[in-house]
């Protein structure tokens, strides 16, 4: 089982990722690495879907 990326609260509360390079990910990467792997491929495979139609159209 793959271990969860660890995070602290900020000053504001809000949660930031410890990691820097994970920090600095844009915000759908930085939801993806929140999911679990099944939510996380079941996001991939609309997105891919949508870039299909977006190709296509």
């Known amino acids: 089982m793959e271990q969860s990326p660890q995070v ?3 000053e504001r509360g809000r949660y930031r990722f410890v990691d820097p390079t994970l920090q ?3 915000i ?3 939801a993806l690495l929140r999911m679990d792997a ?4 079941a996001v991939k ?6 870039r299909s ?3 296509r159209g």
């Not at 099944?38 to 491929?41: D, E, F, G, K, L």
């Not at 495979?45 to 949508?50: K, T, V």
């Open 24 to 26: 600095s990910r844009s």
């Open 28 to 30: 759908g990467q930085k």
């Open 53 to 55: 139609a977006i190709a």
């Open 8 to 10: 602290e609260r900020d």
């Open 45 to 50: 495979q609309q997105l891919q879907a949508i």
């Open 38 to 41: 099944a939510q996380a491929r």
